[in-house]
């Protein structure tokens, strides 16, 4: 019985015996340990598989913190750039109104400097801006030029109309028929006369011979010279150098002269003038005055002053000055 072993097992109906060999016994045993063995190694891997579980987790929940963080940035990043953009919208709708507003100035300046498009020019295609800004500028310096060389608007800063004009009338005074060579300007004693063009003072004194009374005389560039009569006061002297606009004296009723006035006259070398187209000539109207004054070698002046414009041109570029502006864009 050294192999065996007996198991008794008791219950109401009695006694019963079992014998059993070793090796089953063994194999219990065994049985016994592996369970043990399966229960421990089952029992670590839960542990590490929870281990492992709760790491995964906590990474999770990092990445998930991260990746909210980041989407918070890029909401924020967008919420931005949205508000850079409406920005951005605006400013463009802003500068290329301000462009439009410019080009239709520019078309403006163009028309009443005479650079605008012509007929012929309807399928040529449209200088750049700063190019037109560059023509417009010269084209204007060249007939401020000749506009200030050469006698031009009313001889009185305060225009109030004419009472007498060029031309054959009946001498207020003598009352014959005589030419009348200059245009009388209405307004009140004490009212500013100007130089209708830069020039230096040829005569300033009484003239009674002449019955303009109080006289002034300015000879001007390109063989041009303008009096001004009937003067209350002279404001200039023989020898000085005006501008134009530069007061010269004020109206008055000096001489043979029937009531407050300013009689303007308008010469070129020995020649009298129809003094209206200079007192009409403006930028607006800038080239009919060469078809209504004859005698003048207006083609001569034009050229002489466009010799002048590029001469600057050339002195401004070689000193690096732009004549042309910056676009806004």
């Known amino acids: 019985m ?3 072993f007996t198991i008794t097992i008791s219950d109401v109906y009695g006694t019963h015996e079992y014998s059993f060999k070793q090796f089953i016994r063994k194999f219990i045993w ?9 229960w421990t190694v089952g029992g670590i891997s839960i542990w590490w598989l929870n281990q492992k579980a709760n790491n995964d987790e906590l990474v999770h929940k990092a990445s998930v913190k991260a990746f909210t963080a980041s989407l918070e940035k890029t909401r924020s990043d967008y919420e931005s750039l949205l508000v850079e953009k409406t920005k951005l919208e605006q400013d463009f709708l802003s500068t290329r109104s ?19 498009d012509s007929e012929s020019e309807v399928d040529v295609p449209p200088l750049p801006l700063d190019e037109r800004v560059k023509r417009v500028q010269l084209d204007s310096l060249g007939k401020n030029i000749m506009m200030s060389m050469v006698p031009s608007g009313p001889a009185v800063a305060n225009y109030r109309g004419l009472s007498s004009k060029y ?3 009946i001498h207020p005074i003598t009352g014959k028929i005589h030419l009348h060579g200059g245009l009388d300007y209405r307004g009140k004693t004490g009212a500013a006369v100007i130089a209708t063009a830069d020039g230096v003072v040829k005569y300033s004194a009484m003239n009674e011979e002449s019955g303009f009374g109080n006289l002034v005389t300015l000879v001007h560039a390109n063989g041009f010279m303008t009096r001004y009569g009937h003067l209350s006061k002279r404001t200039v002297k023989l020898g000085d150098y005006v501008r134009k606009g530069e007061k010269i004296g004020e109206i008055g009723n000096t001489g043979r002269s029937t009531g407050p ?3 303007y006259e308008v010469w070129f070398l020995y020649k009298r003038l129809n003094p209206q187209a200079f007192n009409d000539w403006s930028l607006g109207k800038y080239d009919k005055i060469f078809t209504k004054v004859k005698g003048v070698p207006w083609g001569s002046l034009s050229q002489a002053v466009d010799m002048l414009v590029k001469k600057v041109e050339k002195q401004l570029l070689l000193k690096g000055v732009s004549l042309a502006v910056k676009s806004p864009i």
């Not at 439009?100 to 400097?113: H, S």
């Open 2 to 4: 050294r192999n065996h």
């Open 30 to 38: 065994i049985l016994f340990a592996v369970f043990i063995a399966v």
């Open 98 to 116: 301000q462009i439009a507003f410019l080009d239709q100035a520019l078309q403006g300046l163009e028309e009443l400097v005479g650079e605008g």
């Open 167 to 169: 031309g054959r009338r």
């Open 261 to 263: 006035h300013l009689h």
